[in-house]
């Protein structure tokens, strides 16, 4: 990694990047902190942020960008130096750390967990949330406590005829519903011309937003930190 | 006397045998200040169209009966990566389109292109430009590094190039001025540092400063914010002599500590006089803003009954969740009321503000807020229609999570937010009571196209699946739609050409005019030119 290429990089990220991830990549308007993310930090020689930057993430507004390699590698490189030195910065870190999400009360999670927050009817601590701590920490942990985006939607659409198709929800609009079938195959309708039902799992965690208290949402951290 | 004449003479004898020779052959007359009190069918000479910040049209060709038979006309591509998130300007059958460092002047009629102009890079934020400004045959263009450019709209050569703010501390540009009679008006963005907001009134035909409004109090100032950027476009009221602005998020953005107070005047609409920049009233949406929810939506000017009373009204559905109707003629709040979640605040004071809870201020271990950072509303224009008393308005349901503490320090951002979930809906909403009277929705996710509303009765505007639609304004429902296979970014515009109703809209960056089919538009062109009488000399009904 040569001075040469990161500073060129700094330079395209400023115009760019910058808005959304912040000048030194820590973060900005709606983009995340780069300097903390997974990806990242599993990225060697841009394998993993080249694709995110060339074909974007449209369902989470990163657009996409159409560069020169000679740029995107300045990005790349430019994006793991900010790492590195946010990564030694010692003690005073900007950014949300582990440490910083540890004002809860377990017992009190435990009980929203079990009683107000009704997580108990979809999840167990020794089901599907046993070791859940160890796979997930801080921040990362609690936004999929709060909505786990990554969790797919089920549908069964009902054709003319009867008969009943169901699969992964691949695509839905006003007009139009899709699905991926159990063998991958992708098969789309005209929502007039069918009837339709949904299982969107996270959607229970949608309605919950409007209900938690932030004491809530930090007893269930603090909760969900023991499931080791 | 003599002397005067010795130096008016040849001057006047010059200015004649530069109009002889530089005179467009053409009707081309450019924009006067006639044109944008009251725009032509043929032309959107303004960011928002005219004056009021409506983006209501008085045309009637597309209606809800014909909609259904509505197509393409032309597209244009800008073969660029970068999204369109501007207005289109229409005057004299061109249209004028933007994204960052680039201009497109393009033939209404058909869709290509007449010219491109390519600003010089910069290192400057390049992260949307929402159009440009026209007076007379000039445009006025902003640049991520934060210059104005004004160029010949025949044929995009530069004028003039100055400097707006200074781009290395941190300032950019991506609003379309305003022009009233001979000012420009033009506003900034950067929050990324403490920074002074302000406005600037340029004149078209020197590019000198006339008059400069800042939001708020030199940076440095113990105790007191900065901030209070301007970047979009205001609204004007003529009888009143009063342009009104939104003004941005105070800095430090998340960390409020060291700007105890209201920290006026950001996150406000205030009221200036167009030729001194003086305040005449300031009104505060979001006091002591601590979640980057901008006062920056369109101000929108209504005359009309409010509780059986004629008012002159401003009308804001703001970015912290709260729609506002204010007596625009003095600031007084008229109705406050949320239009989706908002969670932050403690009620309403008796000025009509709300009052922000301090256990929702961002904290080290985290709040979870409604709505998120880009909050219920943003750049997306809404839409006023008179006969249903509605305005109409693209929100974004949304819960973010907020963080900050001392290490975060007191510059800039000064802590964290991660947007958690969000969803988008088109809302309806009785600008006498605040009730929403329908909503229509948009899809999970964000739609960034705004509204338009017509006399016919009909809203255009976008889902957050890249679909165009048509719906029918009294109820929301569908009537017409499109698929864009992009992102839409920017608020559709109409206008009438040859007697064809087009409806312009975007996405990525790809511009699309839809109309009815020629044949079908020529019938109803010459139906409604007889029913108006125009053709009434020949005396024969048809």
Same mark, same amino acid.
């Given at each position: 990694?040569?001075?040469?290429?990161?500073?060129?990089?700094?330079?395209?990220?400023?115009?760019?990047?910058?808005?959304?991830?912040?000048?030194?990549?820590?973060?900005?308007?709606?983009?995340?902190?780069?300097?903390?993310?997974?990806?990242?930090?599993?990225?060697?020689?841009?394998?993993?942020?080249?694709?995110?930057?060339?074909?974007?993430?449209?369902?989470?507004?990163?657009?996409?960008?159409?560069?020169?390699?000679?740029?995107?590698?300045?990005?790349?490189?430019?994006?793991?130096? %900010?790492?590195?030195?946010?990564?030694?910065?010692?003690?005073?870190?900007?950014?949300?750390?582990?440490?910083?999400?540890?004002?809860?009360?377990?017992?009190?999670?435990?009980?929203?967990?079990?009683?107000?927050?009704?997580?108990?009817?979809?999840?167990?601590?020794?089901?599907?949330?046993?070791?859940?701590?160890?796979?997930?920490?801080?921040?990362?942990?609690?936004?999929?406590?709060?909505?786990?985006?990554?969790?797919?939607?089920?549908?069964?659409?009902?054709?003319?005829?009867?008969?009943?198709?169901?699969?992964?929800?691949?695509?839905?609009?006003?007009?139009?519903?899709?699905?991926?079938?159990?063998?991958?195959?992708?098969?789309?309708?005209?929502?007039? %011309?069918?009837?339709?039902?949904?299982?969107?799992?996270?959607?229970?965690?949608?309605?919950?937003?409007?209900?938690?208290?932030?004491?809530?949402?930090?007893?269930?951290?603090?909760?969900?930190?023991?499931?080791? | 006397?003599?002397?005067?004449?010795?130096?008016?003479?040849?001057?006047?004898?010059?200015?004649?045998?530069?109009?002889?020779?530089?005179?467009?052959?053409?009707?081309?007359?450019?924009?006067?200040?006639?044109?944008?009190?009251?725009?032509?069918?043929?032309?959107?000479?303004?960011?928002?169209?005219?004056?009021?910040?409506?983006?209501?049209?008085?045309?009637?060709?597309?209606?809800?009966?014909?909609?259904?038979?509505?197509?393409?006309?032309?597209?244009?591509?800008?073969?660029?990566?970068? *999204?369109?998130?501007?207005?289109?300007?229409?005057?004299?059958?061109?249209?004028?389109?933007?994204?960052?460092?680039?201009?497109?002047?393009?033939?209404?009629?058909?869709?290509?292109?007449?010219?491109?102009?390519?600003?010089?890079?910069?290192?400057?934020?390049?992260?949307?430009?929402?159009?440009?400004?026209?007076?007379?045959?000039?445009?006025?263009?902003?640049?991520?590094?934060?210059?104005?450019?004004?160029?010949?709209?025949?044929?995009?050569?530069?004028?003039?190039?100055?400097?707006?703010?200074?781009?290395?501390?941190?300032?950019?540009?991506?609003?379309?001025?305003?022009?009233?009679?001979?000012?420009?008006?033009?506003?900034?963005?950067?929050?990324?540092?403490?920074?002074?907001?302000?406005?600037?009134?340029?004149?078209?035909?020197?590019?000198?400063?006339?008059?400069?409004?800042?939001?708020?109090?030199?940076?440095?100032?113990?105790?007191?914010?900065?901030?209070?950027?301007?970047?979009?476009?205001?609204?004007?009221?003529?009888?009143?002599?009063?342009?009104?602005?939104?003004?941005?998020?105070?800095?430090?953005?998340?960390?409020?500590?060291?700007?105890?107070?209201?920290?006026?005047?950001?996150?406000?609409?205030?009221?200036?006089?167009?030729?001194?920049?003086?305040?005449?009233?300031?009104?505060?949406?979001?006091?002591?803003?601590?979640?980057?929810?901008?006062?920056?939506?369109?101000?929108?000017?209504?005359?009309?009954?409010?509780?059986?009373?004629?008012?002159?009204?401003?009308?804001?559905?703001?970015?912290?969740?709260?729609?506002?109707?204010?007596?625009?003629?003095?600031?007084?709040?008229?109705?406050?009321?949320?239009?989706?979640?908002?969670?932050?605040?403690?009620?309403?004071?008796?000025?009509?503000?709300?009052?922000?809870?301090?256990?929702?201020?961002?904290?080290?271990?985290?709040?979870?807020?409604?709505?998120?950072?880009?909050?219920?509303?943003?750049?997306?224009?809404?839409?006023?229609?008179?006969?249903?008393?509605?305005?109409?308005?693209?929100?974004?349901?949304?819960?973010?999570?907020?963080?900050?503490?001392?290490?975060?320090?007191?510059?800039?951002?000064?802590?964290?937010?991660?947007?958690?979930?969000?969803?988008?809906?088109?809302?309806?909403?009785?600008?006498?009571?605040?009730?929403?009277?329908?909503?229509?929705?948009?899809?999970?996710?964000?739609?960034?196209?705004?509204?338009?509303?017509?006399?016919?009765?009909?809203?255009?505007?976008?889902?957050?699946?890249?679909?165009?639609?048509?719906?029918?304004?009294?109820?929301?429902?569908?009537?017409?739609?499109?698929?864009?296979?992009?992102?839409?970014?920017?608020?559709?515009?109409?206008?009438?050409?040859?007697?064809? *109703?087009?409806?312009?809209?975007?996405?990525?960056?790809?511009?699309?005019?839809?109309?009815?089919?020629?044949?079908?538009?020529?019938?109803?062109?010459?139906?409604?030119?007889?029913?108006?009488?125009?053709?009434?000399?020949?005396?024969?009904?048809?």
């Amino acid at each position: 990694m040569t001075p040469g290429l990161v500073e060129s990089g700094g330079s395209l990220f400023i115009q760019r990047c910058a808005f959304c991830h912040g000048r030194d990549a820590g973060g900005g308007e709606t983009g995340p902190d780069l300097t903390r993310s997974k990806l990242v930090a599993g990225d060697v020689g841009g394998d993993k942020i080249l694709p995110v930057v060339r074909y974007g993430r449209p369902e989470k507004g990163m657009p996409r960008f159409d560069l020169p390699d000679s740029d995107l590698a300045a990005l790349v490189a430019f994006i793991h130096d %900010q790492a590195t030195k946010a990564a030694s910065q010692n003690g005073g870190r900007r950014g949300v750390d582990v440490s910083d999400l540890q004002t809860g009360n377990a017992e009190a999670g435990k009980q929203y967990f079990y009683g107000a927050g009704k997580c108990a009817s979809c999840h167990s601590p020794t089901g599907d949330l046993s070791g859940i701590a160890e796979r997930f920490q801080g921040l990362q942990l609690e936004r999929r406590m709060l909505y786990p985006e990554h969790v797919k939607a089920r549908i069964v659409v009902t054709l003319p005829s009867g008969e009943t198709v169901s699969g992964e929800l691949a695509y839905r609009d006003e007009f139009t519903v899709a699905l991926r079938d159990s063998s991958g195959h992708y098969r789309s309708w005209a929502t007039n %011309q069918v009837r339709y039902t949904i299982d969107a799992p996270a959607e229970a965690h949608a309605a919950l937003l409007g209900k938690y208290t932030d004491a809530d949402v930090h007893n269930l951290m603090a909760y969900l930190q023991t499931l080791r | 006397m003599t002397r005067r004449w010795s130096i008016f003479v040849p001057l006047f004898a010059a200015a004649m045998l530069v109009a002889l020779v530089v005179s467009p052959p053409s009707l081309a007359q450019g924009v006067d200040s006639a044109m944008l009190l009251h725009p032509p069918a043929d032309s959107w000479p303004g960011y928002h169209g005219d004056y009021s910040g409506q983006r209501h049209s008085p045309l009637t060709q597309i209606t809800p009966q014909n909609v259904a038979r509505m197509g393409l006309a032309w597209a244009f591509q800008t073969g660029q990566s970068g *999204q369109l998130k501007c207005s289109p300007l229409l005057v004299d059958g061109v249209l004028y389109i933007t994204v960052p460092d680039n201009v497109w002047a393009v033939d209404a009629r058909s869709g290509h292109q007449i010219w491109h102009y390519r600003y010089p890079a910069n290192k400057g934020f390049h992260i949307g430009s929402r159009g440009v400004a026209m007076y007379e045959h000039w445009l006025y263009f902003m640049t991520p590094d934060a210059h104005l450019v004004c160029l010949n709209a025949y044929d995009g050569t530069v004028r003039w190039n100055i400097v707006i703010a200074d781009s290395q501390k941190g300032y950019w540009t991506t609003m379309t001025p305003l022009i009233v009679r001979n000012h420009v008006i033009a506003g900034v963005s950067g929050d990324f540092d403490n920074l002074a907001g302000f406005l600037k009134s340029i004149d078209p035909e020197t590019g000198e400063t006339q008059w400069r409004w800042d939001s708020t109090p030199p940076v440095g100032t113990p105790n007191a914010t900065s901030g209070g950027t301007t970047w979009m476009t205001g609204t004007f009221d003529p009888a009143l002599n009063l342009i009104y602005w939104g003004t941005g998020n105070p800095t430090p953005v998340l960390n409020g500590a060291t700007r105890p107070g209201d920290d006026l005047y950001t996150c406000s609409i205030v009221a200036l006089n167009p030729d001194t920049g003086k305040l005449a009233w300031a009104f505060q949406p979001s006091p002591h803003d601590t979640h980057d929810w901008d006062a920056v939506e369109t101000p929108v000017l209504v005359d009309g009954d409010f509780k059986g009373k004629p008012r002159k009204m401003l009308m804001q559905a703001s970015r912290n969740g709260y729609f506002f109707v204010l007596d625009r003629t003095n600031g007084e709040d008229l109705l406050t009321t949320t239009f989706g979640p908002v969670n932050w605040s403690l009620g309403v004071d008796q000025k009509g503000r709300p009052i922000p809870n301090p256990d929702k201020e961002p904290a080290r271990d985290g709040r979870l807020i409604a709505p998120d950072e880009g909050g219920l509303n943003n750049y997306r224009s809404p839409s006023f229609d008179a006969k249903t008393g509605l305005f109409i308005v693209d929100a974004r349901p949304s819960y973010g999570i907020y963080f900050a503490k001392p290490a975060d320090g007191t510059f800039g951002w000064a802590g964290a937010d991660y947007g958690v979930w969000s969803t988008s809906v088109l809302e309806a909403i009785d600008y006498q009571t605040g009730k929403i009277r329908w909503t229509h929705d948009l899809g999970p996710g964000d739609s960034g196209a705004g509204a338009l509303t017509t006399d016919s009765g009909l809203t255009f505007t976008g889902d957050a699946g890249g679909n165009v639609l048509a719906l029918r304004t009294a109820d929301g429902k569908t009537l017409w739609h499109a698929g864009t296979g992009g992102d839409m970014q920017s608020s559709p515009i109409t206008y009438e050409l040859d007697g064809r *109703q087009y409806i312009v809209t975007s996405a990525e960056g790809v511009l699309f005019a839809w109309a009815l089919p020629e044949a079908t538009a020529a019938t109803l062109a010459h139906d409604h030119r007889s029913s108006h009488g125009v053709n009434s000399t020949s005396g024969r009904p048809r």
